[in-house]
């Protein structure tokens, strides 16, 4: 399988959507505003992972070893 590549702002939107993605969840709410992911990669299917670390400790790990979802969409699951 070819290695996905992504640009340094493709790369900050994903983070910027993972971390207002949690905080929403936590506060139980969905008014932060959030990365769109609308370029053409994000709807690519690839394998994905999250990993949460709170001062360099593994605090979890979630995702997909095959692609099964859109990025956009697996990456906010």
């Known amino acids: 399988m070819e290695k996905l590549r992504l640009t340094e702002e493709q790369k900050t939107d994903l983070l910027k959507t993972v971390r207002y993605t949690i905080e929403n969840k936590l506060r139980g709410s969905s008014e932060l505003k959030k990365p769109s992911l609308v370029d053409e990669i994000f709807s ?18 979630i ?9 956009r969409d697996a990456v906010q699951e």
Do not use: D, M, S
Request: proline fraction near 0%; hydrophobic fraction near 35%.
């Open 44 to 61: 690519q299917h690839y394998g994905l992972f999250v990993t949460l670390t709170i001062e360099g400790n593994l605090r979890g790990c």
């Open 63 to 71: 995702g997909y070893l095959e692609g099964y979802k859109a990025i």
